[in-house]
Nanobody, 125 residues
Framework: QVQVVESGGGLVQAGGSLRLSCVASERTAYTFDMGWFRQAPGKARDFVAAILWSGTVTYYADSVKGRFTISRDNAKNTVYLQMNSLKPEDTAVYYC??????????????????WGQGTQVTVSS
């Protein structure tokens, strides 16, 4: 199981940027495909972006493609999400988790331990 701690959220105006970080406690986390997910108030938790364990291939939800960039530093067991050109509809709690591909999207792996506390991103118009 992987314990994760997300950070980097905050309040930003539309068009602004934030960089989220996710530190994993498991020493073998560098071998895991990882994903970012987000949950807006009253809505389901949705896929945002994913990255293979090697860092060589990335995947994005259509809603963030071209604006968000996922990356990782395996030496630090850390996954990042650079968010640019933020929009009010990006407002949500953002979570990272070990992930698995499911067709054209990604899902959080249920065998990878509990969700972290997430980090709140609020984009004002």
């Amino acid at each position: 199981q992987v314990q994760v701690v997300e950070s980097g959220g905050g309040l930003v105006q539309a068009g602004g940027s934030l960089r989220l970080s996710c530190v994993a406690s498991e020493r073998t986390a560098y071998t895991f495909d990882m994903g970012w997910f987000r949950q807006a108030p009253g809505k389901a938790r949705d896929f945002v972006a994913a990255i293979l364990w090697s860092g060589t291939v990335t995947y994005y939800a259509d809603s963030v493609k071209g604006r968000f960039t996922i990356s990782r530093d395996n030496a630090k067991n850390t996954v990042y999400l650079q968010m640019n050109s933020l929009k009010p509809e990006d407002t949500a709690v953002y979570y990272c988790k070990r992930a698995a591909r499911l067709g054209s999207t990604w899902r959080p792996r249920t065998d990878s331990g509990p969700w972290g506390q997430g980090t709140q991103v609020t984009v004002s118009s």
